[in-house]
């Protein structure tokens, strides 16, 4: 069993100081409001009104620390706190760092998937050029079998529904030549590369630009390839 005391006495009016083995407290104040001051940097307010029983505390443990050598055990504590965000920060560096030398590293592994020329060229063209290519052919259909409901009849706009048809043909039509020179340009070049065109090598590097999101490793990359001869021809983008 523990053994404790409390001394208080009073000091001056509406002033009471008290001893006890936690240390030694001040209170002032009247009924209605007191405020006490205990040496451990505990603080509290007590508000009440006078014969209801109703009272309010607020309590504060926080501490204004004067003397020189707590200031100093403040600042040596902001010292060790920023110098662990600076560790912090310089590993995260350090990590970034070796992250982009692995990324240089292993630009080889990052390549396109490979493209099979043989099947670009065996590939048929999507409709015959003297003829109407699949999308215009639906959109025609898609026109001549449209029939105005009920609705379109009453509020008038057969008509307006008819022209958006009709544009929707020519839209259709020119998608379909589009298509039809994409298939065109892929059918050269395949030929010109499995016909061992070397311009073609470098006219396909340069249109597709293969490496484009490596720049930033550096400012540009040489492309070669070894002719029979064993000669190098370099393209540079």
Not at 97 to 107: A, D, V, Y
Not at 145 to 162: L, N, Q, V, W
Not at 204 to 230: A, C, H, K, N, W
Request: hydrophobic share 30%; with cysteine; aromatic share 12%.
């Amino acid at each position: 069993m523990g053994f404790g005391f409390r001394k208080s006495f009073k000091i001056a009016p509406g002033i009471r100081m008290s001893a006890s083995k936690s240390g030694l407290g001040l209170s002032f104040g009247g009924k209605g409001l007191r405020y006490s001051v205990h040496s451990s940097g505990r603080r509290r307010t007590t508000a009440s009104i006078p014969g209801t029983g109703i009272s309010y505390s607020s309590s504060s443990s926080s501490r204004n620390y004067r003397s020189s050598s707590y200031q100093r055990q403040l600042q040596i504590r902001q010292r060790e706190e920023k110098a662990r965000e600076e560790l912090e920060r310089n590993r995260l560096l350090v990590e970034k760092f070796e992250n982009r030398i692995e990324m240089i590293k292993s630009i080889h592994k990052e390549c396109d998937d490979e493209i099979d020329w043989i099947e670009i060229k065996k590939a048929p063209a999507p409709f015959e050029r003297d003829q109407k290519g699949p999308k215009e052919i639906a959109a025609i259909r898609k026109y001549e079998s449209y029939r105005p409901g009920f609705f379109a009849k009453i509020f008038k706009t057969e008509s307006k529904h008819r022209n958006k048809l009709f544009f929707a043909i020519q839209t259709a039509a020119k998608e379909d030549v589009e298509a039809y020179e994409d298939w065109v340009e892929l059918h050269t070049i395949a030929n010109r590369i499995l016909d061992g065109d070397e311009d073609a090598y470098f006219d396909v590097i340069d249109q597709m630009s293969p490496l484009d999101d490596l720049l930033e490793f550096g400012s540009g990359f040489e492309f070669f390839y070894m002719r029979p001869t064993m000669q190098n021809t370099s393209f540079v983008c």
